[in-house]
């Protein structure tokens, strides 16, 4: 949207976004502040409330309420509202650490019990993380350049880069500049991907073989096997969206990789086993990053917290075992089983292992470390599977378990 406002610098469209993003991040945090400072929002327009609540967002990051105030042009009532603002937040310190907790961290009432449950005493400190901007992290395309090469280049573009810390391909991109418009991104030499999920491709370690991406999209993932690959062998890329596989078409073209085979499925029952048939009990590596509540990505996705119920999030779970029963038999004895989402909830996580090796007792979970070594898997290990979040690895939130099946 902002993009068609061509009145504005690129500079500028970026301040407007990083400040909306901002409040979009503690937005529960905001108003119940403003509330407590005496404001009414159910009584203005939306338009009034927006312009309230952003001007509440800056001062909550550390400006003034003058500065604020004279910036924009609020009514002398909305700045004594702006004024009571740091007492109003003194005053959320005296209440009890759940229901602080919950306005704190900007979450819902049912998303903060867990957070409270699955982190204990971090999740103070793991909900501020969640609440702070993500680096922009680019993975380099082995099939084309080096991660020092596409430093360099990138260098000569004008943007400085940095070793991503646990992931070998990753670089941080200190840059203000469009990084798809930048050259090196045209001509394929990098994809944009967070540390966190370059960790979890890592774990499928994708042998030249035969391999299944079974929920591709629009395929980040796949390409980053592609490359493990070294473009030999058949990497499927199944999906059950169409569009989205097109897309993995385009990239795939401009990353030069060539060993995909892309497949629209169909959403599920006994046409899907139909249409697998010829690589069931075939693959080498089958990879089921599931769609979860992204509860691992609110760096990024800041609002999709407030659109998150708990039905949602056990139609989640329901649909993450379904697709865990789903491309299990697509499996070769001997092979693996690659089980990840961007969530931090155990209940999409270790619970669904849990309930899918109940039910498979042919399929046994091995340590991440077997895949990408002791000393990475030492930092990034819980038990036996990846365990990222963003306090603890500066990554989005991240889960995956290696499930590998008997002989």
Same mark, same amino acid.
């Given at each position: 949207?902002?993009? @068609?406002?061509?009145?504005?610098? @690129? ?17 529960? $945090? ?16 939306? $338009? ?27 009514? @002398? ?43 204990? +005493? ?44 646990? @992931?070998?391909?990753?670089? /941080? ?20 991907? =967070? ?9 499928? +370690? ?88 992204? $509860? ?28 865990? =029963?789903? /491309? ?69 939130? /991240? ?9």
């Amino acid at each position: 949207m902002l993009r @068609s406002k061509r009145h504005l610098y @690129s500079n500028e469209r970026r301040a407007v976004a990083e400040r909306v993003y901002a409040l979009l991040r503690r937005q529960r $945090t905001v108003d119940t502040l403003l509330a407590r400072a005496g404001a009414r929002l159910e009584g203005r327009s939306t $338009t009034e409330q927006d312009l309230l609540r952003i001007a509440a967002s800056r001062v909550l990051h550390g400006e003034t309420p003058e500065r604020v105030s004279t910036t924009s042009g609020l009514r @002398s009532d909305e700045v004594r509202v702006l004024d009571a603002l740091p007492g109003a937040a003194a005053a959320l310190e005296a209440l009890p650490r759940a229901e602080r907790f919950a306005v704190d961290a900007s979450l819902p009432d049912f998303l903060a019990e867990r957070f409270l449950r699955e982190f204990g +005493d971090r999740a103070e400190a793991e909900a501020a993380a969640m609440n702070e901007r993500a680096p922009l992290t680019a993975r380099v395309n082995l099939l084309k350049s080096t991660r020092e090469a596409l430093r360099e280049r990138l260098r000569s573009e004008g943007v400085e880069a940095r070793e991503t810390p646990l @992931s070998p391909l990753g670089l /941080f991109l200190e840059t203000h500049q469009n990084a798809f418009a930048l050259p090196s991104f045209r001509e394929g030499l990098f994809e944009l991907q =967070d540390e966190g999920s370059q960790l979890l491709g890592l774990l499928v +370690d994708a042998p030249p073989t035969r391999v299944v991406d079974a929920c591709a999209g629009a395929g980040g993932k796949t390409l980053q096997l592609a490359a493990q690959m070294k473009n030999r062998g058949e990497l499927f890329a199944l999906d059950i969206d169409a569009r989205r596989l097109e897309e993995l078409k385009r990239r795939a073209r401009r990353d030069g990789v060539h060993n995909v085979r892309i497949r629209p499925i169909p959403p599920s029952g006994s046409d899907v086993a139909a249409a697998l048939s010829d690589i069931t009990d075939r693959a080498d590596r089958v990879l089921v990053d599931a769609p979860c509540s992204g $509860t691992g990505t609110y760096r990024r996705k800041p609002d999709a917290r407030y659109r998150l119920t708990e039905a949602m999030l056990a139609q989640h779970v329901e649909r993450q075992r379904m697709l865990l =029963d789903q /491309f299990a038999p697509l499996v070769r004895p001997g092979g693996r089983l690659i089980y990840g989402t961007c969530s931090v909830l155990s209940e999409e996580n270790e619970a669904v292992v849990a309930w899918f090796l109940e039910r498979h007792p042919g399929f046994r979970a091995v340590p991440p470390a077997d895949r990408i070594g002791a000393e990475l898997g030492a930092k990034v290990t819980t038990g036996d599977f990846l365990r990222l979040s963003p306090a603890r690895h500066g990554t989005d939130g /991240f889960f995956g378990a290696i499930l590998l099946r008997d002989r």
